[in-house]
């Protein structure tokens, strides 16, 4: 088994995101780290969750320590992810043979095929990245060059952890109530008071917000950034304590906080007064992780499920050739691949945006919250679905299921529950036009698609046309019309960027004469968003589990024959 080699979206992704250039070493790369997520790293992570951290306060001399135990399997995984592979470092040093900083692409696509066996580490992985980048962006290169170095080395005996300690018991996402005061001694700057949800708390590097002297204490301006370091510059510990590890549903291989500072030593990042519009930078990093994280469930869940209904013979018959189980695993194989394709459009566009590309900038800007507010609650659905596949023998702790279940509640709540990030998109669409942003890329890509997609093509720009007037609807109106309509609009445009996106890369398969498989699966995922299944699609469900290809006759058949007259009313959710 390889995750790489299985998966049947990711040479249509590769193909259309990875430059030629870019292709021989991440296909290098993504074939090794797909066979170990299959194999070793998945043994490792189901007795890292079966063995959650310990933490000691004290030592055998009642001395304060603070010191967390993990399992032999965990620190495996530590190695693997940090040094072998790399996935903290992919975005900012050459690695793997590449010469150069690879395309935060080809991070995304490494850590998803990670995030298929170890879903826990990859939120410390994803904050050392990000924590990184923040320092890059923000601090000063003499100051946190050091710093940057060890978050971004692969030697275990050099390289660093990074985290980020922003939630309070009334400031998480009110981050103008954070009550943590940071006050200068004349040396440095010094950290008083309790982080109430601190994941990976004995990290060597925090980021992390308090509010400065002099600052507006009734708004986010009043709040700084801050680098804490958990060791001192003469090598002990800093002053800050972790009162316990959190009893968590899910993640349970990587260890939660409580984190008290006590006049803790703390770097600053950045102009004080733009502490949390620095922070915001580290928080879209990490919600564009999650929405990549999530999309790996999927993909896990739906492969396991799809093995067990070949598998498994029912009344007779293989469950994957029954016609309900057909038209129950389609929409599941629908998401996987649309949920990859929005992921990695979302990173091939990051790339651009950090190049000085102003657009592709807008552009990620909105689709990040977008990506992360849909796949993060869709893969709840999908997880458990792939578990009822499954039955009893997928609701016992012996599968791999119950896992995918738990962690797949923890996309839509880290860095912003579903509300926040809805709420985050209207906050866009008010001061960027962000609808109107997104909708004119969208339409560029459509604009240049193959003729043989000419009938999705209409469709889909009906259906954004219609979401742009939706769009002005919403803000035309008052606030509570428009907050009450945002998380449906939200949903909406979600899906009619994956139902584009998978158009694009059908348009750019068959221009390469690479087959026209990804055109079945858009002519699909279409008519699902109108809530139909399509048969053309339920008839060659094997291909679409398997990525191989049809016949162009097959792929044409499966056009939905009225989507054109049907697109503005397959929206579906509340109209503004």
């Known amino acids: 088994m390889n995750y790489a080699h299985t998966d049947p979206a990711l040479d249509a992704v590769l193909d259309r995101w990875i430059s030629d250039a870019h292709r021989p070493l991440t296909d290098r790369l993504l074939a090794r780290l797909g066979a170990d997520a299959a194999d070793r790293l998945d043994a490792l992570a189901a007795t ?15 001395e304060r320590i603070d010191r967390i135990e993990y399992h032999p399997a965990y620190l495996e995984l530590c190695r693997a992810a940090y040094s072998e592979y790399g996935l903290s470092a992919l975005s900012h040093r050459p690695i793997h043979g590449w010469t150069d900083t690879p395309p935060h692409l080809v991070k995304y696509l490494a850590s998803y095929l990670f995030v298929q066996a170890e879903f826990g580490l990859a939120c410390p992985v994803s904050m050392t990245d990000a924590a990184a980048r923040t320092l890059r962006m923000f601090g000063d290169p003499e100051v946190f060059g050091p710093w940057i170095d060890g978050l971004t080395s692969t030697d275990p005996a050099t390289a660093l952890t990074g985290a980020m300690f922003m939630t309070e018991t009334q400031a998480g996402t009110d981050i103008a109530k954070t009550e943590t005061r940071a006050e200068f001694d004349g040396n440095a700057w010094r950290l008083t008071g309790r982080k109430w949800f601190a994941s990976n708390p004995d990290a060597d590097v925090v980021i992390t917000l308090a509010r400065f002297p002099g600052g507006d204490e009734k708004s986010t301006r009043g709040v700084g950034m801050f680098m804490l370091p958990e060791r001192l510059p003469d090598g002990s510990r800093n002053s800050y304590t972790i009162d316990r590890l959190k009893d968590k549903l899910g993640t349970r291989s990587m260890p939660s906080g409580e984190v008290t500072l006590h006049g803790a030593y703390a770097l600053q990042v950045g102009d004080l007064d733009r502490g949390f519009r620095q922070m915001t930078e580290m928080l879209n990093t990490s919600r564009l992780s999650n929405a990549m994280r999530s999309s790996a469930l999927i993909r896990r869940a739906v492969r396991d499920a799809v093995a067990h209904t070949r598998d498994r013979v029912v009344f007779g018959k293989s469950l994957f050739d029954q016609p309900l189980m057909r038209a129950t695993l389609l929409p599941l194989l629908l998401d996987a691949e649309a949920a990859l394709a929005l992921v990695a459009y979302s990173g091939a566009t990051l790339d651009r945006a950090d190049h000085g590309d102003a657009q592709a900038r807008s552009v990620v800007r909105i689709l990040t919250p977008v990506a992360k507010h849909y796949i993060c609650k869709r893969a709840r659905t999908v997880t458990g679905e792939a578990m009822e596949i499954r039955g009893g023998s997928g609701y016992i702790e012996d599968r791999v299921f119950a896992r995918l279940v738990r962690d797949s509640h923890l ?41 043989e997609c000419a009938p999705v093509v209409a469709a889909l720009r009906e259906r954004w046309d219609a979401l742009e007037a939706r769009g002005e609807d919403l803000l035309a109106g008052d606030d509570t019309h428009a907050q009450t309509r945002c998380a449906t609009y939200t949903d909406d445009l979600a899906r009619t960027v994956m139902a584009t996106l998978l158009v694009d890369l059908a348009s750019h398969r068959i221009a390469r004469g690479l087959g026209h498989r990804s055109l079945l699966v858009a002519h699909a995922y279409l008519d699902g968003l109108a809530g139909e299944p399509n048969a053309v699609a339920l008839d060659h469900l094997a291909v679409i589990a398997d990525g191989t290809d049809v016949d162009p006759s097959v792929a044409a058949a499966a056009a939905p024959s009225t989507a054109a007259d049907a697109a503005p009313t397959a929206l579906t959710g509340a109209r503004s």
């Open 411 to 451: 996309g839509s709540i880290w860095e912003g529950s579903s509300n926040v990030i809805a709420l985050d998109v209207l906050r866009s669409m008010r001061k960027n036009g962000a609808h109107r942003v997104l909708a004119d890329a969208q339409r560029t890509l459509l604009h240049a698609a193959h003729p």
């Open 48 to 62: 890292a969750n079966a063995h959650p951290p310990v933490l000691h306060r004290y030592d055998p001399d009642g």
